[in-house]
């Protein structure tokens, strides 16, 4: 079955200091991963996706995150958090079995929290 | 700024009202989506329309009917809702050719609470 698993429910940070939040997947054939942020009382925000081609992809606002097919792995990195950055964030992965419509799988979401 | 907008941003309704949660974008995209989010856990997807289509419905029970008058609108019509149908519904689009793009734009959100 697929899946996506954040393994961290939180994770704190100061501000400054380099931030990773972590994902790993499990889907059958190549992966379409996404990162999504979420703020108190909005949606979601696209943040960076992984289709193809180089593993390091950037995203907006500073963020960016890393595929690694052999550890099934897309975590999430900014070298310097803000305390604006702290919210909700979501690692997903297209449904594979989703032919031309976005259907996601995602994770369970990981809080981050910023401190001054 | 989000670009799918969605109305209204909060609505309280009793078990035996009708209502109706509105969403509107002008991406030109052509699939668009409900999803239904409780608080601090992943939206979970309820319906997909494809060029105006209903493409997936995730067995979601009938008292949730959606609508998609034309590609820029998307109605969610809710009937003898349940406490429990009480959290935040987020509409969103994408282009209809998803292998180009992926993304998915969200709206901001209708919060539901049903008494």
């Known amino acids: 079955a697929q899946s996506v698993a954040q393994p961290e429910d939180q994770v704190n940070v100061a501000e400054g200091n380099p931030l990773t939040v972590k994902c790993t997947y499990s889907v059958s054939g190549n992966p379409y991963l996404f990162w999504y942020v979420q703020y108190p009382n909005r949606g979601l925000q696209f943040l960076l996706k992984y289709i193809t081609g180089d593993n390091l992809v950037k995203g907006s606002y500073g963020f960016e995150a890393e595929f690694n097919k052999s550890q099934t792995s897309f975590h999430l990195k900014k070298p310097s958090a803000l305390v604006s950055d702290s919210a909700l964030y979501f690692c997903?992965?297209?449904?594979?079995?989703?032919?031309?419509?976005?259907?996601?799988?995602f994770g369970q979401g990981t809080t981050l929290q910023v401190k001054p | 700024d989000t670009e799918v907008t969605q109305t209204p941003k909060h609505l309280v309704m009793g078990m035996t009202n009708k209502k109706s949660l509105k969403c509107e974008q002008h991406m030109g995209h052509r699939a668009m989506y409900w999803y239904k989010q409780k608080a601090k856990k992943p939206p979970e997807l309820m319906f997909v329309?494809?060029?105006?289509?209903?493409?997936i419905n995730e067995s979601v029970p009938s008292r949730f009917s959606p609508e998609c008058p034309n590609s820029s609108l998307l109605n969610l019509h809710l009937h003898a809702l349940q406490p429990e149908d009480s959290a935040l519904y987020l509409c969103?689009?994408?282009?209809?050719?998803?292998?180009?793009?992926?993304?998915?734009?969200f709206g901001e959100g209708s919060r539901l609470t049903v008494l």
């Open positions: 329309y494809s060029y105006e289509k209903l493409s």
């Open positions: 969103a689009s994408s282009q209809g050719s998803w292998v180009y793009t992926g993304e998915l734009f």
């Open positions: 997903a992965v297209r449904d594979p079995g989703s032919s031309n419509t976005g259907k996601l799988i």
